[in-house]
């Protein structure tokens, strides 16, 4: 189905949703951080991006930026996964140009329902 | 689809919370003694937070909670709002052992939180200061039943540039009820002015039904401020409005996927330990068949054989490399395990109200994962002891004249087919009295007469032995040095000491590099086959049967090298069939375990090999004086000699 | 479900093997695997039973022999003895037998209690009899034979207690 790129610096996390989405029939690709994720991005479009904010080396809000320097990424759906005490962080992303975002925690159900809401 | 099982992620979570864990510490212990480098708030903060995250999302909520406060006074210290001071530190520090123990729990099942987390939660609460306001959920008001919505919606020109797509909300939208659509073109440039990333499309939306307001207002949650949106309740039904395709600009076009030029750094997998335990013995295997195919060779009388040999070398070669790799893979250096250290010297001294200083050494030296891991409890109890009862008060070390600053020096390092730690203290070195007294009052000595000093130091290995006057909870609590003791030994190694009275003490802990595989010397006693660990050994002699002189209860001795040390015959040990022979018949392996030395009564020495070891308990039980199997290369099964254990015999059959 | 059905699922296969002019069954889910008898390494404070250990492809395996384990007299082996490789509890350990001969189906309502005489073995080996034919066999209970039952064992199997119990 689709290609999506998930990034976390959580290993457990990344698992969890790259298990549930494939599961769903979607071809997931994983990076550990922002810079990672903008490499891959660079050798594959994807038709999805899903990045946690809090990340070393390069943060979700930095990749973002990067991303939609991109041609190919100039209107991919990229969703950032924010907490509930950091509302500010989803206007950071926005401003960044990310498409939106997925509050943690949420469940495999919940990831399901709103990458199927982006993808369509 | 089946449901996902979030439980198979837990075990990821638990491994990298931890190591979370151990990076907040490092770097809260760096930020308390006074480094200023930025980058560590950062560190620390980002490991709470994933944590927090992960035990949300897995279920864990009473982690959630307690690492929610501590990220929260984390953010403060993170913005700027406040500064990190000693207290904080202390909080943060005594968090982090509260969420080591609560992960513990977790993973077994049972309730994390506990009073004493609930106490420092709340600690840590009332230092942030204000309460942390969860930020509440959109209220879903009730709304009496409603005909539908009308909808204004005006993306800004660069929406779709946030991969927000007019006809994917719209598709939302018809989810809830029938909707119907009315494009207003007006804004729409000519061709040749129009940049196809640009929305330049208006809505006028219809949607019909009884529709709460919160789910209308989702759908365009994402675009909050990207857009103009206007929401109004229908009262009545409108006059249905033609419904026209909505020209949307599309994104571009797929274009040819580019090669993937970049070559990641090194990156670090996780592979399960019984897949590396498969690799060891599959590289086992290869070992015992090279020395297979090269007896073989031995026997072969051809030409060509020149090329054979050659061939077989090569092969030794590249078995050896394979297992030095394969090996090393289970390999880690030891500053995994001295990496408690630094916290746990810092709260001892404080709580003993001494002053000691922690030299590590060698902390890039590795050995295998197995013995690593049990490595630690032992080293834990020996630092202990060293910091409570090694280390005299500041007072006293003033009085004698050293620095009030105590040292404690772990020390690693490679010394021939072994791993050395060394466990020292510039302390006051062993109370020789103290530790005689304690033994004559257990009914181990009737006298402390003719005792050397490392005869007086191995006393303190002997089961239930303390001197402290009152075991203290921090090194007693029922564990001794023998259990030190035992616990290296049951890693294949040995533990020795010396002590210097007023000057300090020092332990030194021998470990094998690694337990699967062990250089051996093959002796024949018996007609049977046994393997003496090569690491033992100290030497091979061949004694006269005048040279050994008999003590009272069958016990016999030879002399070696100024001393006088009993002999094992490996024949009486094991049971072997067949006639006594005359030690002059035989050859003695001067073997040396646990501080004490004994040679070994074998009929003759077959040759030296390497031993892939073999549990003997995986299906059949432990066998005293014996360490495990070993296949040779007939395939025959040979026991390997456990040192240790026939010194310990040996060392019981004295006492009796 | 039908009769036939529910019987089938009631019967359990048993490998029959011959043991002093007895026949004995084995649950064919525990066996591995079936070799002619090869040498063993002798191990040191094992019961007689315990002949030694063997190399079953890089495992180290225990091997007893039956006879000695049921008590009875030891026979010499011969080129039809063979060694039965089972698996109990994720052990591995052969069983010595005078002979293997095929496998029979048995139905759970076909099987008896083992009445107190009339059998060379202790019956606390056997979980119950049966007919093939004319045949009489014996069902063994794998998960008895390598127990450990003499209080040697047992102490051996724990040095630490051992140790401490010698220096008190």
């Known amino acids: ?106 469940d495999p159900d919940q990831l399901l329902a709103t990458v199927g809401r982006v993808l369509g | ?182 494009a207003n073109l007006d804004a729409l440039p000519s061709l040749v002015a129009m940049d196809a990333e640009s929305a330049y499309t208006s809505w006028q939306l219809t949607l019909h039904g009884d529709i709460p307001r919160a789910k209308v207002d989702a759908v365009f949650d994402w675009v909050d401020g990207d857009c103009e949106l206007a929401v109004t309740e229908r009262k009545s039904a409108s006059p249905a409005v033609s419904s026209t395709t909505p020209a949307a600009a599309t994104p571009n076009g797929p274009r040819a996927v580019r090669e993937v030029a970049a070559n990641p750094d090194a990156q670090s997998i996780r592979v399960g330990t019984e897949k590396i335990d498969l690799l060891i013995n599959m ?116 009085e004698a004249g050293k620095n009030e600053t105590g040292t404690l020096r772990l020390e690693a390092f490679h010394r021939g087919g072994s791993i050395v730690v060394e466990v020292a203290d510039d302390g006051a070195g062993l109370n020789r009295e103290a530790i005689i007294g304690k033994a004559i009052e257990r009914g181990l000595l009737s006298s402390g007469d003719g005792l050397s000093d490392d005869d007086v130091a191995e006393l303190i290995f002997a089961p239930g032995f303390s001197t402290a006057a009152a075991t203290t909870d921090l090194s007693g609590r029922g564990v001794g040095m023998d259990v030190v003791r ?130 003997l308990e995986a299906n059949y039980r432990r066998v005293s004086g014996i360490s495990g199997a070993t296949i040779l290369a007939d395939g025959a099964v040979a026991l390997i000699v456990d040192i240790a254990g026939l010194v310990r015999q040996q060392s019981r059959r004295k006492a009796a | 479900m039908n009769d036939a059905a529910n019987q089938a699922m009631d019967a359990t296969q048993y490998l029959t093997v011959n043991l002093a002019n007895e026949e004995y069954g084995v649950d064919i889910l525990a066996v591995r695997e079936i070799r002619g008898w090869t040498p063993v390494t002798r191990i040191p404070q094992a019961p007689s039973y315990v002949l030694g250990v063997l190399n079953l492809r890089g495992a180290i395996v225990p091997v007893l022999d039956l006879r000695l384990r049921f008590g009875l007299v030891r026979e010499e082996y011969t080129a039809t003895t063979v060694t039965v490789i089972v698996a109990v509890a994720g052990r591995n350990f052969g069983v010595v037998v005078d002979a293997v001969s095929d496998v029979v189906d048995v139905e759970a309502a076909a099987v008896r209690p083992v009445p107190d005489m009339g059998t060379a073995v202790d019956t606390e080996y056997l979980k119950g009899l049966t007919s093939v034919g004319e045949r009489m066999v014996l069902l063994l209970d794998v998960d008895r034979l390598l127990q450990p039952q003499d209080a040697q064992m047992l102490e051996a199997a724990l040095p630490a207690a051992a140790d401490v119990k010698a220096v008190a």
């Open chain 2, 1 to 182: 689809m089946a449901k996902v099982d979030l439980a198979q992620f837990h075990r990821a979570f638990f491994d990298e919370s931890n190591e979370g864990l151990a990076a907040m510490e490092a770097a809260l212990l760096a930020l308390d003694a006074g480094s200023d480098d930025g980058e560590l708030i950062h560190t620390i903060f980002r490991a709470a937070h994933s944590i927090k995250g992960g035990a949300a999302t897995f279920g864990f909520a009473d982690v959630a909670a307690f690492t929610h406060v501590a990220e929260s006074l984390l953010e403060e210290v993170r913005s700027g709002r406040r500064a990190i001071d000693a207290a904080a530190v202390e909080l943060l520090l005594r968090s982090v052992d509260v969420v080591r123990v609560m992960l513990e729990r977790s993973a077994a099942g049972i309730a994390a939180a506990d009073a004493e987390s609930e106490a420092l939660r709340s600690a840590l609460a009332a230092m942030v200061g204000g309460a942390v306001v969860a930020t509440v959920g959109p209220a879903s008001a009730a709304v009496a039943g409603v005909a539908g919505w009308d909808v204004t919606f005006r993306p800004f020109d660069y929406l779709l540039k946030t991969g927000n797509e007019p006809l994917r909300m719209f598709r939302e939208l018809t989810a809830l009820g029938r909707l119907e659509t009315l």
């Open chain 1, 1 to 106: 189905m689709a290609k999506i790129l998930a990034v976390d610096d959580s290993a457990s996390m990344r698992s969890m949703v790259a298990f549930t989405l494939r599961g769903a029939g979607h071809d997931v690709e994983e990076a550990e951080n922002g810079q990672l994720a903008v490499e891959a991005a660079k050798g594959r479009k994807f038709d999805l991006v899903l990045a946690d904010v809090n990340m070393p080396v390069m943060d979700g809000i930095a990749m973002v930026r990067e991303l939609r320097g991109l041609a190919e990424y100039k209107g991919v759906p990229i969703l950032m996964l924010t907490t509930e005490s950091h509302p500010e962080r989803k206007q950071e992303g926005k401003a960044a140009g990310a498409t939106g975002w997925l509050v943690k925690p949420f």
């Open chain 2, 486 to 615: 035992r616990n290296v030994n049951d890693l294949g190694g040995s533990v020795a000491i010396r002590s210097v009275t007023g000057k300090g003490t020092t332990f030194t802990i021998t470990l094998p590099l690694t337990l699967a595989i062990i250089d051996g010397l093959t002796a024949s006693v018996a007609g049977e086959t046994y393997i003496v660990p090569l690491v033992s050994i100290i030497e091979s002699v061949q004694i006269q049967a005048d040279g050994v002189k008999s003590v009272a209860g069958g016990g016999e001795l030879f002399r070696f090298r100024d001393a006088w040390l009993p002999i094992v015959r490996i024949a009486d040990a094991f049971g072997c069939a067949g006639s006594r022979r005359g030690i002059g018949e035989g050859i003695v392996i001067v073997v040396e375990g646990e501080g004490a030395r004994l040679g070994l009564f074998v009929d003759e020495l077959i040759g030296q090999q390497q031993a892939v070891v073999k549990s």
């Open chain 2, 283 to 398: 590289v086992g295997e290869l070992v015992i068949t090279q020395s297979m195919l090269s007896q073989f060779a031995d026997g072969v009388d051809a030409a060509g054989l020149e090329q054979f040999r050659a061939g077989l070398a090569m092969l030794a070669r590249n078995t050896r490399e394979l297992q030095e790799s394969v090996m090393g893979i289970r390999m880690l250096p030891i500053s995994h395990v001295f990496n408690r250290f630094p916290r746990l010297v810092r709260d001892l001294s404080q709580k003993l109200d001494k002053k000691v200083s922690l030299d590590l050494r060698g902390e890039t030296t590795e050995l295998d994962k197995s013995v690593l891991e049990k490595i630690g409890d032992p080293l834990v109890h020996l630092v202990r002891n060293a910091i409570d009862h090694g280390f005299e008060s500041t007072a006293r070390r003033r």
